[in-house]
């Protein structure tokens, strides 16, 4: 029977396990808990490949506890009674140990259905989730667990992992394999972090391989093959697409044009060309805003031209675009001046129109009076001093002048105008 090398190769012992040293490394909380042998109820939140499943067993192994194991986008409630039927038995003398995968596909209901169990010792739970659980799992199961983030395996890691699939293919083949310089680099790097996907594409390189004697050749342009664009995670559904986006906008924010790139490339890699173009139409109006004001056409020509042209082209303007903002002066002041705005109208902070506001126009006979408009055209510097703001809210500012040129030149100008 086929078995995959992924799961020939998974590591038995928590020291085996690539890129957790923060959770697993010598002294770390979760490592300590193991060795204990007191495992509380447990939620695994991480991307897919990074060791979860892995560590669940491994914690069975060296608790001597019962693992069962449910897929929540498969499972349904019955199973889980199954599994409660056990309980107290000599099927699971020391309780049971549940692996719940993806978790946050279980409903409410079901969901609840494990509180009993896990109140009371019976189940220990080990839940486990691609996405933030504090969104997709109830309050229910959080409160009585432990959320234990398992990070994206680093290249390095991952090259560590790739080497020891290399050596073990070559004993089973009984081949030697003769890496091309960079193409086992290639695959740690575009596994993105998912040492699963890594471990294929040396299983796939190895069967698809053409020896050479006892020699095989692994190939850069092999590697490229088999790897694809699998180190892109921009699911518009997972958490990843919205890391994205946020990645993308600080960046720029924080004016730096070489982390701006890097994001908008892995967005239109991944093909979320949509995407890319909506959250640079909102950081030209939400973080370059007045400092730099023509940023807008011009960010939104850019844009247009992407969506005109598509992929590949489309990355030329778009690249424009997002080094121009991120080199640009910044200025948030205007958005700022409208949030507190509607904060007050929220609040149901106004009152009517002031009476020279009005239109005019509206006024029927019997009310028409005298409106005691001022029209600023008629005066110099087309400014004259009047109450534009409901009585209720006389004197109150929204809005302050940003510390970039463009605006401290405004407020020199009606400094001198107003004064």
Avoid at 97 to 119: T, W
Avoid at 334 to 348: N, Q, S, Y
Wanted: glycine share 6%; proline share 5%; aromatic share 8%.
């Amino acid at each position: 029977m086929y078995q995959p090398l992924a799961d020939l190769l998974r590591p038995q012992t928590l020291d085996e396990v690539y890129g957790q040293e923060h959770i697993l490394g010598k002294g770390a909380v979760l490592r300590r808990l193991v060795d204990s042998g007191k495992v509380p109820n447990m939620v695994f939140y991480g991307p897919s490949g990074t060791g979860k499943t892995t560590v669940a067993n491994i914690i069975a192994k060296q608790t001597n506890r019962t693992l069962y194991k449910l897929n929540a986008t498969t499972a349904s409630t019955a199973d889980i009674k199954e599994i409660v039927a056990q309980l107290d038995t000599f099927m699971a003398p020391n309780g049971v140990l549940l692996y719940l995968d993806e978790i946050q596909s279980f409903n409410k209901k079901q969901q609840q259905s494990l509180l009993e169990y896990i109140e009371n010792g019976k189940i220990t739970l080990i839940a486990s989730t691609t996405e933030n659980p504090y969104f997709y799992v109830f309050n229910a199961i959080l409160s009585r667990s432990t959320v234990f983030e398992f990070k994206q395996i680093s290249a390095a890691a991952a090259l560590q992992a790739v080497k020891r699939a290399v050596s073990f293919m070559e004993q089973r083949s009984g081949l030697k394999a003769a890496p091309e310089e960079g193409a086992l680099e290639y695959i740690a790097g575009a596994c993105g972090g998912d040492l699963r996907k890594a471990m294929n594409a040396v299983e796939v390189l190895f069967s698809a391989g053409i020896p050479q004697e006892d020699r095989l050749p692994l190939t850069l342009e092999d590697a490229k093959a088999v790897t694809q664009k699998s180190a892109l995670r921009a699911d518009r559904e997972g958490d990843n697409y919205y890391d994205l986006l946020s990645a993308l906008q600080k960046s720029i924010r924080g004016s730096d044009p070489d982390a701006a790139c890097h994001y908008l490339a892995r967005l239109l890699e991944a093909g979320q060309l949509q995407a890319a173009c909506r959250r640079l139409m909102v950081i030209a109006a939400e973080d370059v805003g007045l400092a730099f004001p023509q940023i807008i056409p011009i960010v939104k020509a850019s844009v247009d031209m992407a969506l005109m042209l598509g992929m590949p082209e489309a990355r030329i303007p778009l690249g424009d675009a997002a080094v121009l903002m991120a080199t640009s002066p910044k200025s948030n002041s205007g958005h700022l001046a409208l949030d507190a705005a509607l904060e007050d109208v929220r609040k149901g902070l106004g009152g009517d129109f002031p009476r020279h506001l009005q239109n005019v126009h509206t006024d029927t006979y019997t009310m028409e009076r005298e409106q005691g408009y001022l029209y600023p055209h008629d005066y110099p510097n087309h400014w004259v001093k009047q109450q534009y703001l409901p009585d209720a809210l006389a004197g109150k500012r929204y809005y302050e002048f940003g510390p970039n040129k463009l605006e401290q030149s405004a407020k020199a100008y009606w400094d001198a105008v107003k004064k």
